[in-house]
């Protein structure tokens, strides 16, 4: 469960104004790279992404951008990753041939976004690329290749812009942080 008690102290880890900052950054990088490219489709990993596939896509300029959603669960209530992620919702359209971005919230373990690439990948995409906000790289588990990262963080539960705590304060503008403080 996620960790209460006196030891346990919440604080922001990143401001309203850098992740508005780097998201920008993100989605100049983006417009770059797939600058020659006649397609480009952004796959919200929801619920997590929400937010920053909103503001992510709102700063890449794409003349054929397509944005598409799948739902993909692995915690439960739990902060320990189940390891075996379960897909809730697939891609609706086709993908083969398009040039696929992955839009997730945060890397972890690495299990959730191997199995959507592989889950992907088996649809002949004309190339699949991953872009994460935020990766705890002392918990990977899976080596996944994250293309775009917005921020690495330190090992310890995060939550808002997206990231929930229980399923609450996804709405939160900052990302916030629970940490040990004992
Ligand atoms: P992984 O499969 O272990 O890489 O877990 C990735 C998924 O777990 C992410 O897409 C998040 O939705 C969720 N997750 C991992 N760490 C956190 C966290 O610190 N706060 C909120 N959600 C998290
Ligand atoms: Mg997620």
């Known amino acids: ?9 919440d604080g922001i880890l990143i401001s309203e ?5 780097r998201v920008k950054e993100l989605g100049q990088e983006i417009t770059r790279d797939y600058k020659n490219e006649d397609s480009l489709l952004m796959v919200c990993v929801l619920k997590g992404a929400i937010y920053f596939t909103a ?9 054929n951008l397509e944005i598409e959603t799948m739902v993909i669960k692995s915690y439960g209530s739990n902060t ?7 897909i809730h919702l697939d ?29 992907i990948n088996a649809r002949n995409p004309k190339s699949l690329k991953i872009c994460a906000f935020l990766a705890k ?4 588990e899976i080596d996944v290749p994250v293309a ?4 690495n963080t330190p090992n310890g539960w995060l939550f808002g812009y997206g990231l929930d705590n229980n399923e609450l304060d996804r709405n939160k503008k900052d990302i916030w942080i629970r940490k040990k403080i004992s």
Do not use: W
Request: hydrophobic content about 30%; glycine content about 8%.
């Open 55 to 63: 503001d992510l896509s709102r700063e890449v300029q794409h003349p």
């Open 91 to 119: 891609i609706l359209s086709p993908i083969k041939g398009k040039n696929v971005l992955i839009v997730e919230d945060i890397v972890d373990t690495g299990y959730s976004l191997k199995s959507l690439l592989d889950r």
């Open 137 to 140: 790289d002392e918990t990977r």
């Open 148 to 151: 775009y990262r917005g921020f």
């Open 17 to 21: 104004g850098e992740i508005k900052q």
């Open 80 to 86: 320990e990753s189940s390891r075996e992620p379960i």
């Open 1 to 9: 469960m996620v960790e209460h008690g006196p030891e346990f102290a």
